[in-house]
């Protein structure tokens, strides 16, 4: 038995966002657990879809000791604030200089932090555990698949293992891997020399998805070569709205010999390479893509889905532009959608009106992204709620979500889902809260990129991108870069850095 301590610290940092992280956004909660520390972590994730969730439960069924010290999560955003990142990062690495001595120590990370001090958030924060444990304690990690993973992680870590799906449904068997690993490397299993790549182009977020081609079958190439090299391996696509240094696609992995690393890696980076001009896809326009939906839901028997991937609060956006509500509301759209709008003012004051009451109010938009402005409009007040909901399907499974105060708004043929926290709609669950089932709908636009698709893609005829505006920009070479280093495809086959 091995007495292993562990904690967890996860952004992915937008750095073209509106708003920042402050400490409130890690201890308020919403979709994933509020910053805890301590015993309490252990009951905090139980269940929960998240790295650290399987590393606890696959850790102590093999037997081992767990110390916790703080886990602390945020929905992505632009950075996070210098206050924010010391008191969590503090916590963990006062703990666990306090805990020693310890034979291992896991870190639940997400890869791509950028706060407003330094660049690779993760980066400093393994420097520091290294450095508060020496040189020879195993430090491994969990990473996200959007992970824009660096040299200085790779230099700090004994180890890192990341998710191999988007929609993220392998989060907590990520974890458990994880705890495998580890516990592999304490028995002696000398699979520790590394390796790592990076690849030359930015991959845009939504054809990041291992729901489709060229991303599933790399993954299942990534697994056959681990099989026949014994290494073990990960692609990180990256989070591409990060201006930092090494924002992009990373490819690494950790074999029992030099040779066997560099090998294994190297088969799969040619590959990544060799799929390059694949990692693309139709975007529409937002009044074409609603009329284009409206066309294939005339024969269709489910809902057509619409990603307002542009304004993804899964990757940095407050979730609260009006574009795609205005192109369905000029398209006349009759029993539709919408979710999550962000506006906790409005959300007061549908409360305050109650039920079957109309409001007149400016809806949204109050990040002031360039090109969207508020919806003034009267709006019927539905089904009320407190915003406490559990949701059911893969990608949130588990995660005990408060939304705040929420309404259903009806405009015209168009329902919205209104909250007072930011988080991406990715769970049929999010409609059904305010009184919407999904799957009776004609069509349904979800404010999200690709996690959507785990709960949705089951439910729906037909799945369009629309790009109304927003901070995540669909195609990263439309994004002002200042420091991403320089020699790098802004997209797949597209304009060099």
């Known amino acids: 038995m091995a007495r292993i301590i562990i904690g967890g610290f996860q952004h992915e940092t937008n750095t073209f966002a509106p708003s920042k992280a402050g400490l409130s956004a890690f201890t308020i909660g919403g979709g994933w657990p509020a910053l805890v520390t301590g015993p309490d972590m252990f009951e905090a994730v139980k269940g929960i879809n998240i790295s650290v969730a399987g590393f606890i439960d696959q850790a102590q069924d093999l037997g081992h000791e767990l110390v916790a010290t703080s886990w602390g999560a945020a929905s992505p955003s632009a950075h996070v604030t210098e206050e924010a990142y010391e008191h969590i ?39 520091r555990v290294r450095k508060a ?40 068997d990520t974890g458990a891997r994880t705890a495998r690993y580890l516990d592999g490397l304490l028995r002696g299993s000398g699979i520790v020399h590394k390796a790592f790549r990076q690849s030359p182009f930015l991959i845009p977020l939504t054809w990041q998805c291992t729901m489709m081609q060229p991303a599933q079958g790399i993954y299942e190439a990534l697994e056959v070569i681990e099989r026949d090299t014994g ?41 990544v390479d060799a799929n390059e001009s694949k990692f693309a896809g139709t975007l529409y326009e937002p009044l074409e893509g609603v009329r284009h939906a409206y066309e294939i839901s005339r024969t269709a028997s489910r809902p057509v889905v619409i990603a ?38 409005v959300a007061e004051v549908a409360h305050k009106a109650g039920e079957g009451s109309e409001i007149n109010v400016a809806l949204g938009a109050k990040s002031k992204i360039p090109g969207d402005e508020p919806l003034s409009a ?20 588990g995660a005990r ?10 405009i015209g043929g168009v329902e919205i889902v209104l909250g007072s926290r930011t988080v991406q709609m990715a769970d049929q669950e999010m409609y ?15 404010k999200s990129s690709v996690h959507f698709r785990a709960d949705f893609a089951p439910i729906a005829e037909e799945i369009l991108v629309c790009t109304a505006p927003g901070p995540m920009v669909a195609d990263p070479a439309d994004l002002p870069w200042t420091r991403l280093r320089s020699g790098i495809r802004l997209n797949p086959l597209g304009p060099v850095r």
């Open 89 to 127: 990062a503090g916590l963990i690495v006062d703990s666990i200089r306090a805990h020693l001595p310890a034979d291992a120590i896991y870190l639940c990370l997400h890869g791509a932090m950028v706060s407003e001090h330094f660049e690779d958030g993760e980066g400093e924060l393994l420097a």
């Open 133 to 172: 444990v020496g040189p020879d304690i195993p430090v491994v990690a969990s990473l996200d698949l959007h992970c824009n993973t660096t040299p200085e992680m790779m230099q700090n870590a004994t180890g890192m293992i990341a998710y191999r799906t988007y929609p993220h449904i392998d989060m907590a």
């Open 231 to 271: 290494a073990v391996l990960s692609f990180t696509p990256g989070f591409p709205a990060a201006d930092i240094h090494h924002c992009g696609p990373a490819i690494f992995g950790y074999a029992a010999s030099p040779e066997a690393a560099e090998t294994a890696v190297q088969q799969l980076s040619d590959l």
């Open 308 to 345: 307002d991937t542009q304004d993804n609060p899964g990757a940095g956006g407050d979730s609260d532009t009006m574009g795609m509500l205005r192109a369905l509301l000029e398209a006349e759209a009759e029993n539709a959608a919408i979710g999550l709008i962000y506006d906790p003012e």
């Open 378 to 397: 009267t709006f019927k007040v539905g089904k009320l709620s407190d915003g406490r909901l559990d949701p059911t399907g893969p990608f949130y499974k």
């Open 401 to 410: 979500m408060n939304l705040g105060p929420s309404a259903r708004l009806e």
């Open 432 to 446: 059904r809260y305010v009184g919407i089932e999904p799957t009776a709908k004609k069509v349904l636009v979800n």
